[in-house]
């Protein structure tokens, strides 16, 4: 996949920040906005059976029960999908700095100037990234 295709990806995909909705033991809803009535992305579950089993014994929701994705997984999907933007800026920020015309000195005197200007950016990006 492209950084282009990705990018496309990202913008028809539904607005975050994404959030899984634990509604009892027998569902979650992926949602945005954290609605997952008027937002809902996809409910999770574990079959009749475990969820009948889940119900008579009082338990509580489980990730990784039956067919519903283990924890890390669900997680990640979240942090993806809310990191998306500033992952494909910093991806899109790697492309800048490597089609940079560091010996055009139009752009930089010498290559300690490129140096500054890189790790400038480098600071600014990866700041941007951990403020998400
Ligand atoms: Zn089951």
Redesign the pocket.
């Known amino acids: 996949m492209t950084l282009t295709e990705l990018a496309r990806l990202e913008e028809m995909a539904t607005e975050g920040p994404w959030t899984w909705y634990i509604h009892d033991y027998s569902m979650a809803t992926l949602c945005a906005d954290g609605d997952p009535i008027e937002n809902p992305i996809m409910d999770v579950g574990?079959?009749k059976?475990?969820a009948n089993a889940a119900k008579n014994r009082h338990e509580e929701w489980k990730w990784g029960r039956?067919?519903t994705p283990k924890e890390n997984n669900a997680c990640l999907i979240v942090a993806l999908r809310n990191h998306a933007k500033a992952l494909i800026a910093c991806a899109e920020e790697l492309r800048n700095i490597a089609d940079a015309k560091r010996f055009n000195r139009d752009h930089f005197r010498d290559d300690t100037e490129f140096a500054d200007w890189v790790k400038s950016r480098a600071i600014h990006t990866l700041r941007s990234l951990e403020e998400v």
């Open positions: 574990p079959c059976s475990c039956c067919l």
